[in-house]
């Protein structure tokens, strides 16, 4: 399938925390899913049923759904429950500067007198923006190129994927810091920036699926029936790779917020006075040897939680999808 | 396999060419162009005609693709140019900074493959028993740790709290007399160590489960071979090979992650004289480290690849 790059061993047990390598190895977990048809008997609303049936027995992705949409409360909707001064804050009490815990602010206050639980809403909104934004466009281009790659095949192919390979055997993390140095940060360079690092594995895992969906009937029939390419690869090859896309899309999201988080913990995040919760890490470690716990602590698990939750909503979602194939 | 190890060595040139174009877009990403470098370098007071004679000198007024050919020339001499800011040739100060990069990688990869692999057999052999599913779960948060993060905790656990370890990882200058600092490598190394081992632990299990299924485990097993033979002379054996891929495709990541760790350890190492060349604008390190920190790695997966195609005489090369 993928001349003589990854004499990969398959693994038939997958492995659900390595979205990196997976992807590598993508194309033995895509084969296990290529199988809806379109129009089969039973319809879209019994299979989603078993789908979410299935996840839904995952207790641990049930939690973790819980923590994103309280994370998503907490970000979104908090700061209009917890009001604080986030943006043109003048700094006129010197008491208010690092204050610690306590009635006033409920996990302190920063160097610059912002209230931390404030902080972290406004970082946390700007992370899961950015991070959800970014695994969004990646995946969308991800997919499109993968599976323009995979239906055209030849040349076209082996062009799209050496440009694939070449990114990804390089330690990404260098280019992405190249270009944050050059260019000056801003919201939307920064989504464009974690965005490519985070297109190459869904256009690998989706060229992988595009080759075994295009020798399909109904591909045929539509070749037959005088549709074109474009027609083919955006109604019939992307809808059918659609399990694929969601699960690994799931992946994108919890790898964005790590590599956002590296980004702004490195210097390179979003201009002041906003922040993301990267930043107020990277922020608050001149005072840890103050004992300002609050400065890092609740940045840092809120960043473990959100990556730990969309890693477990990942997993369940893919053995959702992999289990409608064994009922039907 | 002669003729997949031609294949893959050529693939591994035209990842260097193909990293070679993309740090040359990105040098012409600087606004403003190259009177901007020139203004950066010769100062703001700098006239027309002496930026013309600097562009002139450094080949900046050549069609582009002339310039990509002297990248390119200079890339595969190892002639990166000169950094502005340190006042040294570019390849002088790698050569300062890689073998000290290749110890904390080293020792990190050493780390945690000791670690991981065992755990991993210890998580089939434990396998959906309450030991195997918090250490899933551990590792879990592990993998989701960033590394900066971990870096933080330590230095505030192990070095402010209980000074046990210094927080500050060895300063010196050689390599040997930073390998006698041992203490102050225990920190840096443990923390780029631990995201992967959390990874790498999760491959095994599968690798290990996997090879438990095999027709050739069975077959020992019916031939009445104690099950500590079985698990730890068939299984394991073949297990591991997969281990050595994911190595070879687990180093950028690794490091990227090297580059973090020196930043909060303030390690004298390449991933540091980057982060600093970022910050000071210093383009000609920036770049000269980008390209080094990338032909290492595709030199690194290869030899992976190599090791693999050695270690596994089943594996076809179609």
Request: hydrophobic share 55%; net charge neutral.
């Amino acid at each position: 399938m993928d001349e003589g790059r990854d004499p990969v061993i398959p693994l038939k047990g997958d492995v659900p925390i390595m979205s990196q390598a997976e992807g590598l190895s993508g194309q033995l977990v895509a084969p296990a899913m290529e199988v809806t048809e379109a129009g089969e008997a039973g319809g879209v609303g019994s299979l989603s049923r078993i789908i979410w049936r299935v996840f839904a027995e995952n207790k641990l992705a049930l939690i973790s759904v819980g923590m994103i949409i309280f994370m998503l409360l907490f970000c979104f909707v908090g700061p209009h429950i917890y009001v604080t001064d986030q943006a043109n804050l003048v700094v006129t009490n010197i008491n208010q500067v690092l204050a610690h815990p306590g009635a006033a602010h409920l996990l302190g206050t920063d160097p610059n007198g912002y209230d931390t639980v404030g902080r972290l809403m406004v970082g946390g909104a700007t992370a899961l923006e950015i991070s959800l934004l970014a695994a969004g466009i990646a995946t969308v281009f991800g997919v499109f190129f993968g599976a323009i790659s995979g239906y055209v095949g030849g040349v076209v192919d082996a062009i799209m994927m050496r440009i694939v390979d070449t990114v990804l055997s390089v330690p990404t993390l260098f280019l992405l810091i190249v270009i944050a140095a050059i260019l000056k940060p801003s919201f939307w360079l920064i989504v464009f920036i974690v965005a490519l690092a985070a297109w190459l594995v869904p256009a690998r895992l989706i060229r992988g699926e595009t080759l075994t969906l295009r020798t399909r009937e109904y591909v045929q029939a539509v070749r037959a029936m005088g549709g074109g390419g474009s027609r083919i690869v955006v109604r019939h090859i992307i809808p059918n790779a659609v399990g694929t896309i969601i699960v690994n899309a799931t992946f994108q999201i919890a790898d964005a917020i790590g590599v956002l988080a590296a980004l702004g913990f490195l210097g390179f995040g979003v201009p002041s006075p906003g922040t993301s919760w990267g930043q107020m890490l990277s922020d608050g470690i001149s005072y840890a040897q103050e004992g300002a716990w609050w400065l890092i602590y609740p940045a840092g698990v809120a960043i473990i939680l959100v990556t730990v939750s969309f890693n477990y909503i990942g997993d369940a979602l893919r053995d959702a999808f992999e289990v409608r194939l064994q009922r039907r | 396999m002669i003729g997949y190890l031609t294949r893959r060595v050529i693939q591994a040139v035209i990842v260097v060419l193909g990293v070679c174009l993309i740090t040359f877009i990105l040098y012409h990403l600087f606004p403003g162009g190259a009177t901007s470098e020139a203004r950066i370098i010769l100062g703001p007071r700098a006239s027309p005609a002496q930026i013309g004679i600097f562009l002139k000198a450094n080949g900046l007024n050549d069609p582009i693709w002339t310039q990509f050919a002297v990248l390119v020339g200079h890339v595969f001499t190892f002639n990166l140019g000169y950094s502005y800011k340190l006042n040294e040739p570019v390849s002088t100060i790698i050569l300062q900074k890689l073998p000290k990069t290749l110890v904390l990688l080293g020792l990190s990869t050493l780390l945690t493959v000791i670690v991981a692999i065992p755990l991993g057999i210890f998580q089939v052999l434990r396998r959906n028993k309450p030991s195997d599913y918090a250490l899933t779960t551990l590792s879990f948060i592990f993998y989701a740790t960033p590394t900066f993060f971990l870096g933080i905790v330590l230095i505030q656990l192990f070095a402010i709290h209980w000074h046990i370890f210094p927080p500050e990882a060895p300063q010196s200058s050689s390599v040997g007399a930073i390998l006698t600092d041992w203490q102050a490598l225990v920190l840096p190394v443990f923390t780029l160590a631990a995201v992967y081992v959390a990874g790498f632990s999760r491959y095994m299990r599968s690798s290990m489960m996997e090879a438990l299924t095999e027709d050739y485990v069975r077959t020992a097993r019916a031939k009445g071979m104690s099950t500590r033979r079985v698990n730890y002379v068939h299984a394991l054996r073949n297990a591991l090979i997969p281990i050595i891929t994911l190595l070879g495709l687990t180093l950028p990541a690794i490091v990227s992650g090297a580059l973090i760790t020196e930043d909060v350890f303030n390690y004298p190492g390449m991933g540091l004289a980057f982060f600093n060349a970022a910050i000071n604008n210093d383009f000609p390190l920036l770049i000269g480290t980008v390209v080094v920190a990338a032909v290492a790695t595709v030199v690194g997966s290869l030899l992976a690849d190599i090791l693999y195609a050695v270690l596994d005489p089943r594996i076809r090369y179609v």
